[in-house]
């Protein structure tokens, strides 16, 4: 189990009034009862999900990866963020896998697009178009370019080589992927798109990249149990929920996700996107921001230990890795650092994190620390259903409903406008 400490005083949180209010979410939570209950399909998934469903994907993954290199996977927030942060946590930093997997539609940039049909020209292709409601624009755009050259370069073979993952029964992918014969996979109704990593809409992504989605889904499933199972202050995610809680409450409305591992840049972008959209509603909701160090020590580390008293920190940190190396001692010593020759560099950020905690706390900035044993599928795994449990028990702590998005329409609607779409 991860866990989770914080730098002022835990159990004094836990007033009886809280505990209260923790037990009755605890109950909607698992009794999928409460605002937004429809959209709670997420809780059981990975216990859920059944071995058949789980051996399909594996063995269309198989097949994505005997006839392509490149899988371009098209969507945009909960639609692609999931199987990118666990994909680029477990990549190697600059040797390729044997299947690169490349994203589209989330974003809309001509020169992205285009520098990306001239990258893959040369190389094996499928396409992974991915989308509930099947009629978001920026990936219904960026599919329509990248269908027709698929078309255009392979055929009638095209169509064994585009996978779709839409809604069971609605939207305009999936009546395309009707017509033209496409592989598909299903989101659930009951689970939304920025709770969906463990469904087909990241597991085929992430098992093409070749991760192991069997021990993705392990981890997970041994989150949603223990985190079901253990008491009110000694689970993870109602600590978690309770300090972002009580820090809300004293006015720091925003969070810094802190993580001296460049890997999990992913990961932070798809915290953002859950807590952000989960929680940023009705004139409430802490703004989450992210940070990777040692890296922004030198740039956001002056605001957050000096600058507007209004947030509070939160660190990843891994307690294991795999690849490592000591500094080298130099005959010289110009840049004085043999004083710690042979120090390992990961052993280097534990020390940083300790310098760096003390520092900002001294500057008035509170502190939460998430420790994960090591960056694995099992790990993430666990990590990833943390958050979203986390996430359910903050919006309702919150008094909002974590799993609608009412504010992004107002931006669709004044670009449909502008674009005199007919209706608007
Ligand atoms: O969390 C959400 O529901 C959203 O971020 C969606 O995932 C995103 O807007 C993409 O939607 P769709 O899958 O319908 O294209």
Redesign the pocket.
Known sequence: MLTVQYSGNMKSLFTKEHRNQLQQIHQNIYEKKGEGSDFLGWVDAPSKTNEELVNQLIETAETIRKQSQVLIVI???????GARAVIEAMNPYFQKNDVEVLFAGHQVSGAYLKELIEYIDDKDVSLNV???????T???MAFRFLQKYMEERYGDEASSRIFATT?AEK?A?LKVAEEKGYKRFV?PDDI?????VFTP?GLLPIAVAGYDIKTLLAGAKDAEKELEETLLEDNPAIQYATIRHSMYEDGLTNEVFASFEPKLHYIQEWWK??FG??EGKDGKGIFPVSVTYTTDLHSLGQYIQDGKRNLFETFLMVDQVDEDLNLISSETDEDQLNYIAGLSLHEFNEVAYKGTSEAHLSGGVPQVTIRLPKIDEYNIGYLLYFYMLTCAYSGYLLGVNPFD?PG?EAYKTNIFKLLKKPGY
């Not at 991915?130 to 978001?136: E, H, L, P, V």
């Open positions: 969507g945009i927030g909960g639609s692609y963020l991915i989308s509930k409601s099947g009629t978001t920026e990936p219904a809604d939207g992918l989101v939304g798109g920025r709770y969906s809409v996107q859950l959209e989960s998005q992004v």
